[in-house]
T-cell receptor, first 111, second 112 residues
Framework: EAGVTQSPTHLIKTRGQQATLRCSPI?????VYWYQQALGLGLQFLLW???????NRGNFPPRFSGRQFPNYSSELNVNALELEDSALYLC??????????FGPGTRLTVT | QKEVEQNSGPLSVPEGAIASLNCTYS??????FFWYRQYSGKSPELIMS????GDKEDGRFTAQLNKASQYVSLLIRDSQPSDSATYLC????????????FGTGTSLTVIP
């Protein structure tokens, strides 16, 4: 069974640009969570998608957005990048028993 | 008050000893509890989940949950150097829209 995949592994952007991060969940999982892990901080919940709909979002500004596609893969978009957006962005595939399985992450660096 | 609190450590134990990691949470309505291991530069890896009061054992790992005290712990028996990592406690509650809250993690070092 393939695990959670994320792309790209690394992404370097300049302030003000837009970043797009992608995630494919475990086959059969319909639910995807996005998290931000900034250096020295814990995982912060960003967004939850299930069955193609946004179900909940964390305490982040609207320039963090995303979507989930019919095949349950998901995309996270970050507009108007700021230096403090530099972090590891993790996608988690969520199963019916509430267990979450993380992808390898995308390291976003904003310069 | 943070939703999930962990002692940041670092916690050092000798090889073969028992490592004890603790976590408290603030939302009494929380239903699901998880322990993850995260190696430096890697993503979190699920170790155990626990949903009801008491102990749950899986190999060298034992999770303990006490909902009355809002306390979750993880015991690692016969600790190995490969167990050296940061351990994250996570809590889930439908009260907050099925949101997951993570602690900042406890750094564990197992000394050979």
């Amino acid at each position: 069974e393939a695990g959670v995949t994320q792309s790209p592994t690394h992404l370097i952007k300049t302030r003000g640009q837009q970043a797009t991060l992608r995630c494919s969940p475990i086959s059969g999982h319909t639910s995807v969570y996005w998290y931000q892990q900034a250096l020295g901080l814990g995982l912060q919940f960003l967004l939850w998608y299930d069955e193609g709909e946004e179900r909940n979002r964390g305490n982040f500004p609207p320039r963090f957005s995303g979507r989930q596609f019919p095949n349950y893969s998901s995309e996270l978009n970050v507009n108007a990048l700021e230096l403090e957006d530099s972090a590891l962005y993790l996608c988690a595939s969520h199963d019916p028993s509430y267990e979450q399985y993380f992808g390898p992450g995308t390291r976003l660096t904003v310069t | 008050q943070k939703e999930v609190e962990q002692n940041s450590g670092p916690l050092s134990v000798p090889e073969g000893a028992i490592a004890s990691l603790n976590c408290t949470y603030s939302d009494r309505g929380s239903q699901s509890f998880f322990w993850y291991r995260q190696y430096s530069g890697k993503s979190p890896e699920l170790i155990m989940s626990i949903y009801s009061n008491g102990d749950k054992e899986d190999g060298r790992f034992t999770a303990q949950l006490n909902k009355a005290s809002q306390y979750v712990s993880l015991l690692i028996r016969d600790s190995q150097p490969s167990d050296s990592a940061t351990y994250l406690c996570a809590v889930n509650s439908w009260n907050t829209g099925n949101q997951f809250y993570f602690g900042t993690g406890t750094s564990l070092t197992v000394i050979p």
